[in-house]
């Protein structure tokens, strides 16, 4: 009972700090504001104006959707507390408790959701994501590695409930894979997948070493934003080389008989993109096209961001090419963040697509707030100084 009480207290500050965030009042005269700007007879004369105000009162709708759903989960929590203090049933009392215990902890998830939300504002965060998985040196063993890591994004976006495809895949010799890119459709899939973007490192008993070694491995993860029809990247004709050849991969009438897959290159700045997905070739034009201009306005953004990029980089102590994130699986068990300190044991869990617990971490020291390194799934702190 007293744990119970306990926990409720916690969460119930992290409620309060939510509405605080949201601005209740504030938002609720906003609605009324963009309400009346939707109900006018010209509002459509301007479509991307227009357009705005429909997401801006999308987005006010989620927020007091949200404070009326902490609301109705602190009464339920509450009603829960009180039928545990009038039980005089012992039996009866702990089912309750345990019934109590199982509400925070959904209330303490949905709170981490919210609070994560609040902390993707940047202009790309409400995008869809484009994420490319690269092996570093090792042949099979960072080839497999590489592979691993694409399930776990695959796994996150299913869990996340975001559609992911894969657009580009090149098998590697004998496992794994050469590279991948990925497709993640979905609300915030860039703001959240940002944070994924650096080098990570795999350290276990080689599957492929007769000798049982243990090996260390390294794959790059690069994530872009999927950039949506109101944002305009002109690409010229003139400024672009086109080829198709045939699809390699599994199964299909198609693979290996009819030129589908296309390769854009843009020739003023070097990029090249190449999707082989679809069995359609204007199928596989549309997305590599999407890629294309995609990677053509983080190209701008960056430009115009290098001063801001460098100031939080170093604000968080990382530097370029160093690996972020350790999986460790011999000679103990645990993953680590190397930006945050952040940990977990169930090394199995996290590779299963479980990786919100460091996107969070890693998004609360971005936005300045105090982060405390926590060891979570079992795990203990000893040297473990990587």
């Keep these: 009972m007293k744990t119970s009480n306990t926990v409720l207290n916690s969460s119930a500050s992290g409620w309060t700090s939510c509405g605080a965030i949201f601005d209740v009042p504030r938002q609720r005269q906003l609605l009324k504001e963009l309400e009346a700007q939707a109900s006018r ?49 012992a039996a009866q009392r702990e089912a309750v408790l345990a019934d109590t215990d199982r509400e925070l902890k959904s209330a303490d998830e949905y709170v981490g959701q919210l609070e994560t939300a609040t902390m993707l504002s940047g202009e790309s965060d409400r995008l869809s994501a484009i994420l490319t998985i690269k092996p570093g040196a090792g042949g099979t063993e960072s080839q497999d590695w590489a592979e691993m890591l694409l399930r776990m994004y695959l796994r996150w976006a299913e869990r996340k409930g975001y559609r992911a495809s894969v657009i580009d895949v090149a098998p590697g ?10 497709r993640v459709e979905g609300e915030n899939a860039y703001g959240l997948l940002s944070t994924e973007t650096g080098v990570h490192r795999l350290i276990r008993i080689s599957p492929f070493d007769s000798a049982a070694r243990r090996h260390t491995s390294f794959a790059s993860v690069f994530v872009i934003p999927e950039i949506d029809d109101r944002i305009e990247v002109v690409v010229k004709p003139e400024e672009l080389r086109i080829d198709t050849f045939r699809a390699g991969g599994h199964g299909g009438q198609n ?73 460790t699986l011999q000679p103990y068990r645990l993953v680590k963040d190397h930006r945050t300190k952040f940990e977990m044991g169930d090394v199995d869990r996290v590779l299963d697509g479980d990786i919100d617990p460091f996107i969070r971490t890693f998004l609360l020291a971005r936005a300045g707030r105090a982060v405390v390194p926590a060891a979570a799934g079992g795990s203990t702190k000893d040297e473990r100084d990587e």
């Design 41 to 89: 007879p010209d509002f459509w004369n301007d479509q991307e104006r227009a357009q705005q105000t429909l997401q801006q009162r999308k987005a006010v709708d989620e927020r007091l959707g949200a404070d009326e759903k902490l609301t109705r989960i602190s009464s339920d929590i509450e009603t829960y507390l009180h039928l545990a203090r009038e039980e005089s049933n």
């Design 173 to 182: 010799e004998g496992a794994g894979i050469k590279n991948a890119t990925v």
């Design 255 to 327: 693979v290996n008989k009819v030129e589908t897959a296309v390769r854009f290159t843009h020739l003023p700045s070097g990029i090249v993109v190449q999707c082989q997905a679809e069995r359609s070739q204007h199928k596989n034009r549309e997305i590599a096209m999407k890629l294309l201009r995609s990677r053509l306005y983080e190209l701008e953004i960056e430009k115009r961001q290098a001063h801001t990029r460098k100031l939080d980089e170093s604000k968080l102590d990382i530097s370029f090419g160093s690996q972020i994130r350790t999986y």
